[in-house]
């Protein structure tokens, strides 16, 4: 089952995550959240990782809406965008919106999911132009 959409740019980790908080900011969605998973697991663990950015972007208007379906939706919104060092470039991964409608089989919040889908995708595009 795939639960993502992924592109591969070719940017250093830390300039692929500025530029991913800006497009993703024309399409609609703010940054909410940063984690440095590789700081994290170095400074907690003593674990050494590639680099690894969690974003926890948010469209409020989409968010709004799907929270009326169902309040637990929270647990799917499609929030999340990974930023990542692979020996191939950095990718950027966005999880599928349909996930908030297949996994609860929730056929009301199909309209959000579709919004969300567009949205994220369109930033994807634009971040593979």
């Given at each position: ?10 940017l250093?980790?830390?300039d ?30 003593g ?7 969690i974003?926890?972007v ?18 799917l ?25 297949t996994v ?16 994220i ?7 593979s132009?």
């Amino acid at each position: 089952m795939s639960y993502g959409n992924k592109i591969i740019l070719d940017l250093p980790v830390d300039d692929a995550v500025e530029k991913v908080k800006a497009v993703f900011q024309t399409h609609g969605f703010g940054t909410l959240t940063e984690i440095d998973v590789q700081a994290t697991l170095a400074e907690k663990l003593g674990e050494d990782m590639e680099a690894y950015t969690i974003l926890g972007v948010c469209n409020p208007q989409l968010a709004h809406r799907a929270l009326g379906v169902d309040r637990s939706i929270g647990l799917l919104l499609p929030c999340t965008v990974v930023v990542r060092g692979t020996a191939q470039g950095t990718v950027v991964e966005a999880l599928d919106p349909q996930v908030m409608v297949t996994v609860p089989d929730r056929a009301e919040l199909q309209p959000v999911a579709d919004a969300a889908a567009e949205r994220i995708n369109a930033a994807l595009a634009d971040l593979s132009a």
